[in-house]
């Protein structure tokens, strides 16, 4: 009896579907190796996740000052034009930030450019990084007449030092933690802040070199979060009116881009109330982001797969079917084989051996003793079906797996 070659085409098959998946992956990883070189620690980007800060201390934002160190605000409806074009940009480059750049992207939002902050609920940086210096601290010593041995001296800025790191990684009162920030990332900013209050023994300037997810993640973290939280419904109208503020997955998901990075850097009216009217926006005008550093928000990812939702049901199902496929493409051509070893022919074993031979009117066994050719086309019929069905497995499957492990904003 003939035998079938089922299994061959079947590892041919998968073969295909593996490599369709792999060269996916791997080519979007090699354009980004290729166009971001980044330390390897700088690589973990974990998502931005929960309440804003505000959220967070239970505090309205015409309350507080928190987010408000811009200073400015967007234009009246009467003054709002069209959005500018963006600057040029090339995304997913890696960028290189120094610690004026690590400071406005997480520190400026509410301790203003100069470091100043709005007394009594945000306190000035300048003080704490002063008596950081062991040189202004001598200086001080000295006007004051206060004798003191230098190794006093010494623990006294090392604490103030060691109090300063603390303050930006564990946060304080009204300080949110700034745990994304690595010691690195923390030694560049320090020395940008010496700088900022004028300590003669400041240390050298430096800078780090950053991915594009890295930078949004100092943006969306850093100031963003202040106020909004990472998802949420869509505030009603009345809502927005009475002090609701929109959920960054909200205002990316609602603004083009082009919308999104003029709304930051130069504000735009908002439709609020019953019945709906334009008021000039609330959000302060983020003036000193660059275009690249608010596009990076827009499109890195920033929020995890909501599972629970709907959407993440969908999502679910997806996976699911496109295992289904998997499972079935595997199975046929398996069973196929099964049959020709045992030599019972080269039916395709689908539903089971007695409807299929019911409805083909004979056996399988006597379809392939007497009408070979019209057996081979069964066969030869299921194996492009099982081709087919494993090609669309990849593409469920590719399609699940980018949503669900990039945390793409349109997954959930």
């Not at 003939?2 to 490599?19: E, G, N, Q, T, Y």
């Not at 745990?179 to 900013?189: P, R």
């Amino acid at each position: 009896m003939r035998k079938r070659h089922a299994l061959p085409a079947l590892f041919l098959v998968s073969l295909i579907a593996a490599a369709t998946l792999l060269s996916a992956d791997n080519g979007s990883r090699g354009r980004q190796a290729n166009r971001s070189a980044v330390p390897p620690a700088d690589s973990i980007v974990t998502p931005v996740a929960g309440p804003s800060w505000l959220n967070h201390l239970n505090l309205k934002f015409s309350d507080s000052s928190l987010g408000r160190g811009a200073g400015l605000y967007g234009p009246t409806p009467a003054e709002s034009g069209t959005p500018t074009v963006p600057t040029s940009f090339v995304p997913g480059q890696s960028r290189v930030l120094t610690g004026g750049d690590l400071y406005r992207l997480n520190c400026q939002a509410c301790h203003r450019a100069e470091g100043t902050g709005s007394p009594p609920e945000i306190k000035s940086v300048l003080s704490l990084v002063q008596g950081s210096s062991l040189e202004l601290v001598r200086r001080q010593l000295r006007g004051e007449k206060k004798p003191a041995q230098p190794a006093t001296i010494r623990q006294q800025v090392t604490q103030a030092h060691n109090e300063l790191y603390r303050r930006i990684r564990e946060g304080g009162q009204r300080m949110p933690p700034f745990a994304h920030l690595q010691e690195a990332d923390i030694d560049v900013l320090y020395a940008y802040l010496t700088e900022l209050a004028h300590n003669p023994d400041s240390p050298r300037q430096s800078q780090r070199t950053v991915s594009w997810n890295r930078l949004g993640e100092h943006v969306v973290k850093g100031t963003c979060h202040i106020c909004h939280d990472a998802v949420g419904a869509r505030p009603t109208e009345e809502a927005l009116l009475q002090g609701a503020i929109p959920s960054l997955t909200v205002l990316v998901a609602e603004n083009p881009q082009v919308t999104f990075i003029s709304k930051v850097r130069r504000g735009a009216p908002v439709v609020m109330g019953r019945p709906s009217f334009h008021y000039r926006g609330r959000m302060p005008v983020f003036y000193y982001l660059q275009d690249a550093e608010i596009a990076v928000d827009a499109t890195a990812p920033g929020t995890k797969v909501r599972w629970k939702s709907l959407s993440g049901v969908g999502l679910v199902l997806l996976l699911g079917y496109g295992t289904l496929n998997v499972v079935s493409a595997l199975a046929v051509p398996i069973a196929l084989e099964a049959r020709a070893v045992s030599g019972l022919g080269d039916g395709a074993v689908l539903l089971g051996t007695q409807p299929e031979e019911y409805m083909l009117g004979t056996t399988y066994a006597q379809l392939h003793q007497k009408n070979p050719k019209l057996d081979k086309l069964l066969v030869d019929t299921m194996l492009g079906m099982c081709a087919q069905m494993m090609a669309m497995a990849a593409a469920f499957l590719g399609v699940a797996w980018f949503a669900a492990r990039r945390g793409a904003r349109w997954a959930p």
